[in-house]
């Protein structure tokens, strides 16, 4: 009822002084009428107007029993504008569209008129807003344009650690920008910085440290404000985000996900929809360099956007946000602890800091939290701690192999057995090795005939070291679109430990002189040479059967620099293999004179998949229905024989 009352006594206030909002006597902020500051004869009867006022409120409250709780309404109306600096766009009960002079918590509030239907402002607290009235209603019709909000950029610069060469190239290209802080700044003539990377690398915390530098207002609308699920909506969406970003200028429009609202045209999954908003997108970009706006989009997949947005004349400044390096890292680690209150020596966050190279900051932050969260309580954490964390948050256990022989299942040749123990040793002790002096492998290349378990011998290893992933290539789809192999190695890198195996790698990494994938090796070997870092986590492995078609620079070092051959079994070899085979068949009955080594004599050389499918052959042909004799040497021969023929 009391805020009745005011409601009443308010509106018949704003009619008297033509639509005049006051937000209170004791602010400083000047009222604002039509966007002109009023006369000062104007503003001192608004001034004693808004002392009536609150003296009527503290009368009210007397009389009606508000108590201490009561709060004067200074002002009530709908948001249907945007914020910038300290202004604000709104419609008042009264019917007019007014600007509100508010404090720089309005400003920094981006859901003020957001999501919600109106406001009212109280003089319990004036610098600050409540908002009344639904959220978004339930309506099955399209509905009007929501607010969309300007902020006071909360980051500069020097609030990111590191990345000095970022920093540099960013501060190059927005200079000219400097000036629109002048009203009467001309529009330079480039305009438009098209962020790219990784996710979580902070694209958007370097967009609003952008705005920061420059000390301009700060908008960055949702997805949801640049789209909308009714037919020809989308595009007035976009262009009223434009709109607010000139009428706030001068101004910093940040556009995040970019590639969900400029998809290529040319690709088969946009519709006319899509071509609709980016054809708008087109023209607004167009407008926008008229005015004191400069443009920001960041995206995780820039080869999705139209070709006609990232050209030169709408986007000329295209920058590469990566992953943080080291002394970015460190500063992110001694943040997040002081933050999560981890108590760490300087010596562990060095440390931690150097393994998690190619780590985002979003990885970072989760490896941090479930340090804190296994603390159980206590302050401290060591190297190990974070170790455990890091193992922890990168695992998909999708991508370890839990089945396949085990590598103590398989039988190699002692000079194998020799090279494989030294490859998992160096990997699972990587960091006492390197102490030591020696180095993890980096790239291993089996070698040899078909059939001699180049495939089964990566996928053991990888059950051997445990807790790797192991990631297969698909070569065809390599050969088809060279650009996923670099997708592959980002994502073995959010899952290291991991090994990424290129099977059949004769076409993927042929000599390319003489290849007609030559595109397809030259991004295959930037990918491996970008995956490698100061941790040894991601290690490539293939498998060919002609080393000698495979480009040289893949195997020079740093690359496929370890090779292994594995060839045809015989003799000891052989027979070694078909025993090991022969005990995991005990109820095979066999004549006395078939013993592993006769069966060796037999075969003479042979791969070890031909040998155990041969064995198998053999074994399969003594069945006579349900019932089978022993196997003899003659149905090894003959087996041998249906195998040379085929």
Known sequence: MIDLIYLLVVVAWRTLLGGVVLLGAHEAAPAIYDGQALPGLAQLAAAVLGLALIAASWYASRQFGGGAGTELLLWAGGAVGHIAAAWAVASSVAGRNDWLAVAAAIAAATALGTHLGSIRLLRRNANAATLIGPSQPATTEPQAPQAIMAQRPRRTFADIGGMRDLKATVLDAIEPFRRYASPKASPHDANG??????????????????????????????????????????????????????????????????????????????????????DTLLTEIDRIRRHRVVLIAATNHPDLLDKAITRDGRFDFRIEVPNPDLEARIEILRALSAK??????????????????????????????????????????????????????????????????????????????????????????????????????????????????????????????????????????????????????????????????????????????????????NEILIAIDGAQAATPEVVFFAATNNLEVIDAAAKRGGRFEERVYLGRYSGVDLENLLARNLASRPACAMDPDVTPKAIADVLGECAPADAIALLNRAINATFIGDTRRPLTLRDVAESARQLDAA
């Open 340 to 521: 999560h209150g981890i108590d760490v020596s300087q010596e562990t966050v060095e440390k931690v800091a150097a393994r998690m190279q190619n780590r985002s900051a979003a990885f970072i932050e989760g490896v941090v939290r479930r340090v804190r969260d296994a603390s159980a309580g206590a302050r401290t954490a060591d190297l190990a701690a974070f170790k455990l964390a890091d193992r922890a948050t990168s695992r998909n256990a999708s991508l370890i192999p839990a089945s396949g022989d085990k590598l103590s299942n398989l039988y190699l040749p002692e000079a194998v057995a020799a090279q494989v123990r030294s490859i998992t040793g160096r990997l699972q002790n990587w960091e006492a090795i390197a102490d030591q002096g020696g180095t993890p492998p980096k790239g291993v290349l089996f070698y040899g005939p078909p059939g001699t378990g180049k495939t089964n011998l990566t996928r053991a290893i990888a059950r051997e070291l445990g807790d790797w992933h192991l990631l297969n290539v698909n070569a065809s789809e390599i050969l088809a679109d060279p650009r996923k192999f670099k997708a592959i190695t980002e994502k073995a890198s959010q899952h290291r430990p991991c090994i990424v195996f290129i099977d059949e790698a004769d076409e993927l990494l042929k000599e390319r002189p003489y290849s007609a994938n030559a595109a397809a090796t």
């Open 193 to 278: 910085v098209l962020l790219s990377g990784p996710p979580g690398n902070g694209k958007s915390l370097v967009a609003e440290a952008i705005a920061g530098e420059l000390g301009f207002a700060f908008i960055k609308p949702s997805v949801a404000d640049l789209t909308s699920k009714w037919i020809n909506q989308g595009a007035e969406e976009v262009r009223k985000v434009f709109d607010a970003a000139i009428a706030a200028q001068p101004s910093v429009l940040f556009l995040d996900e970019f590639d969900a609202v400029a998809r290529d045209r040319a690709s088969g999954s946009a519709h006319a929809e899509d071509h609709k908003v980016v």
